[in-house]
């Protein structure tokens, strides 16, 4: 993609990926961290045994890496691929609309009005 210049919805559809990707992560990270401590609290106080704090702890692991799976499953995150073509995709569309707008366009920036399809 040599002198192109960058696509900015390309960049945003990736920040935005890569944001809910983040959030994601944080959330299972944070519950997590509080699963752990609130084990550990309950070892301090006597309430669990060593072995029935651990098996607590890798109940709450499974489970949160479970809640992980289903929730990246049903979130529709794209593929790379999917991405890829989205930005060759609307590269296409910015050379299209900036030839247009080239070929004749009225001052100002407007394109003009779209033709009609023909069925």
């Not at 949160?64 to 929730?71: F, L, P, Y």
Request: with cysteine; glycine share 10%; hydrophobic share 35%.
């Amino acid at each position: 993609m040599e002198g192109q210049t960058p696509d900015p919805s390309g960049a945003q559809l990736r920040s935005a990926v890569r944001e809910g990707f983040t959030i994601l992560l944080g959330a299972a990270a944070c519950a997590f961290d509080q699963g752990a401590r609130l084990i550990d609290r309950w070892l301090e106080q006597g309430e669990l045994s060593r072995t029935q704090g651990r098996r607590r702890f890798d109940d709450l692991r499974r489970r949160t890496a479970e809640g992980m799976r289903n929730a990246t499953a049903a979130m529709p995150i794209a593929t790379r691929e999917q991405i890829e073509s989205l930005e060759r995709r609307i590269d296409e569309l910015t050379r299209q609309v900036e030839a247009l707008r080239s070929d004749g366009a009225p001052a100002g920036g407007e394109l003009p009005p779209a033709r009609p399809r023909i069925s």
